[in-house]
């Protein structure tokens, strides 16, 4: 089950990366919706589950595993 953490986080993260994203497009000549549009949004309903997916894996390993 998707939690509403897992749900709103890669959004909030979509939102965050527009600005460099936009800059990156305006820079480089490329055309926002026809080519970063789409994906980013695919990208963000992708993520998630994997959100999910990660959230309930590392939930279940000790603090300090990677010490």
């Keep these: 089950m998707v939690s509403a953490k897992d749900f709103w986080r890669p ?3 979509t ?5 460099p ?4 497009c305006y820079i480089t000549g490329t055309a926002y919706w026809s080519n970063l549009g ?3 949004v695919i990208a963000t309903l ?7 997916l990660y959230e309930r894996y590392w ?9």
């Design 11 to 13: 959004i909030v993260g």
């Design 15 to 19: 939102i965050a990366l527009q600005p």
């Design 21 to 24: 994203t936009a800059f990156w």
């Design 38 to 40: 789409l994906f980013t």
């Design 46 to 52: 992708y993520l998630m589950p994997v959100y999910a």
């Design 59 to 67: 939930s279940n390993r000790t603090a300090d595993t990677f010490k």
